[in-house]
Each structure stands twice: as C-alpha cells, then as structure tokens.
C-alpha cells in the first residue's frame, strides 16, 4: 500500500505513513494494515518492539481521512462511518494493551486519528515541531479514538480545556496532559530508530530523552482549573464571561466557536470516566455510543460541510446560544445495546 509503508527490519516491526502530502491522514485501509500487522507481530518472537513513524516534516498524522464519511453519511449511509470507527476503536484498544514496546515519533501535526495510533504506545516521543491536538468538537463530534481516556486521567482539569476548546499542545504540554512521553530533538531520530531496529532495546529511548522547553500550559493550569472545574459548559462559559483577562478572552473564543452539543457530552463523558475508573475499552465504549450516533442525532455533518467541504467556517449548531439539555446528552451517551462496541480478547 502506497499510505503506509509496514515492514520488518532487524528486531524491530515498522510502520511508517507515507501521505505527506495529505499531513499523513489515516485512511480506514491504512487502519486494518496496522492491525494485521500488530497482530502478527504480537507472536513473532522476531520483533521485540513496534516502531512507528511518519514521512514529511509537517505531520505524524493529522487524523481521519473523513471525507468518505462525509460522503457516505449525506446518502444517509451510517454502515460505513459505524465501521470505521468500530475497527478504529479495536486497533487503538489494541495498540494501548500491546505486550510489547510501541515507540511513536511525533513531529508536527497530531490530532483525532492520528492520536490513536501514536499516542497509546509506551514510548511516545515529541519534538520541537509536535502539534498534538483533540479538535473533534470543532466538527460536531467528541474527543475519541482513546483520546477521552487521556483527558480524564490528566491533572487538575486539564482534560476539559483540551477536549472542549481543542487546543494545540507542544511537546512540554503533551507530556504534561500525559499524551507523549520523550521529548528528543529531531534530529536525533534517525540514528535512535536505526539503533531500536539493531538492538530491540526500548531503553534507548529513555535514555536519549532530554528535558522539553517550557510550554504553555503549566504557567495556565490555575487559571484553567478555576474555569473548567464547573459543573456545565453554561457554567464554564459564564465563569469565563465573569473575568477580564487575557486567559478568559481566548479561551471565549473556541467555546463559542466549537458544537456546543459535542462540548457538553465531552465534559460528561470525562466525569464518567473518573467517576467509574478510567480504563481503556471503558472509555471506548463510551466514545463510540456517540459516534454511532453522530451522522444521526449530532452536528457531525454539518461540522464537516462547514470545515471541509463548504468550508464558510459557519456551521449551523444546534443549541446554539442556549443552553444544551440534559435529555440531549444522555440520549447521546445511551447504552447501545446490542450495537455496543466489542473487543477480541487480550493478545497474550
């Protein structure tokens, strides 16, 4: 396959993306040759670890190729959307629980999909261009892909300020919302992926990892603590609208940019995750009880005619400028039943 580039060398497997030019986007054929390949690898004594990497300077993967979903959920479609992100789920539940060493190498754009394959490894590298970022609900849809487990398990209430206002992080600020691991100048890379594939050591990577720049973040965390700890996105919004400061204007201005209704489940779903115990499939299943929906009920379609289709930038939401009922969010988050997400046992 001419996406992505799946191969054995020396101790190590390696899949590196080859779509440069489309920012690495990951297509639903590109998902299923990862999962097949972990899969085999899992047994094959040969392969002590699983390198993962990405042609180009501007992207590892910037997410989803969605404009087949886009496609096939305007012809009223869903099978397709449903599957995808079925399979998508399962390789991400995959790649979390692999037995052995996963190691992502993360320069520039991170986001959506591309999350899912580089940052639920246990080594995960960023560098001085990393860009990592959760802008689902900038498209009608919630933080997936695994991506609301992390923002559950982050400090303080960091996870409700990168889910809800989909910010960028930077290599000190993934690490800190606990998305990447290493940071190791880019430069490095070559040799330390040339010495993974001879020596089957996943130590290097520690070993080579340096302190990263000071991001953003941290200096913020009071700040967003003090907001995002309220219990609505009403309440958010209207603790924000209160304070006269740099940090509140700018952060106004995503919340009233972004779906309300992906918002509002996304601030739900993480105070499920920590209530019930944060767990990989939990969040999963919880993530896909919306995107099973999202084509339907949500303001997915229109996100995506807004954003990459049309692109006018001037999506119709609903619940704009009021509040987002509660029915709404529960009918949304709703056990599926028997469409409920399930997963193939552990790989031993």
């Avoid at 899969?39 to 390198?51: Q, T």
């Avoid at 992100?85 to 399962?90: F, G, N």
């Avoid at 692999?98 to 991170?110: C, D, L, N, R």
Wanted: hydrophobic content about 40%.
């Amino acid at each position: 396959m001419s996406d992505i580039h799946i191969r054995k060398t020396g101790q190590a497997g390696r899949i590196t993306f080859t779509r440069p030019k489309a920012l690495n986007a990951m297509s639903y054929e590109m998902c299923m040759a990862i999962d097949a390949a972990m899969r085999g690898w899992a047994d094959d004594d040969n392969v002590k670890l699983v390198v993962i990497d990405a042609e180009g300077d501007k992207a590892f993967c910037a997410g989803g190729d969605i404009a087949e979903l886009y496609d096939t959920g305007t012809k009223g479609d869903y099978s397709y959307g449903r599957t995808f992100w079925r399979d998508e789920y399962r390789l991400n539940a995959l790649i979390f629980e692999y037995k052995k060493p996963v190691i992502s190498f993360m320069q520039g754009f991170t986001m959506g999909g591309g999350v899912g394959i580089g940052c639920h490894g246990t080594h995960r590298i960023v560098n001085e261009t990393s860009q990592i970022a959760m802008p689902e609900v900038g498209i009608g849809l919630v933080p997936d892909v695994g991506g609301s487990l992390m923002l559950a398990l982050a400090p303080d209430h960091l996870g409700e300020y990168l889910g809800m206002t989909a910010a960028r992080m930077g290599a000190d600020d993934a690490i800190l919302a606990g998305f990447a691991d290493f940071f190791i100048p880019q430069e490095q890379w070559p040799a330390l992926i040339s010495a993974l594939e001879e020596t089957g050591a996943a130590k290097l990577v520690e070993d080579a990892a340096l302190p990263a720049p000071q991001g953003k973040l941290r200096p913020a965390l009071a700040d967003i603590t003090r907001h995002f700890a309220k219990d609505s996105l009403e309440d958010i919004q209207a603790s924000l609208q209160a304070e006269d400061s740099d940090f509140a204007a700018a952060t106004l201005k995503p919340l009233s940019r972004n779906s309300p209704l992906s918002m509002a489940c996304t601030l739900e779903m993480l105070r499920r995750l920590r209530a019930d115990g944060p767990a990989i499939r939990r969040a999963l299943d919880l993530e896909y009880r919306y995107t099973f929906r999202a084509m339907e009920q949500s303001d997915f379609l229109e996100g995506i005619r807004a954003q990459i289709i049309d692109k006018d930038r001037n999506p119709k939401w609903q619940y704009a400028g009021q509040p987002v009922p509660a029915q709404a969010i529960e009918d949304m988050l709703a056990p599926l039943g028997a469409d409920a997400l399930t997963f193939e046992e552990e790989l031993t």
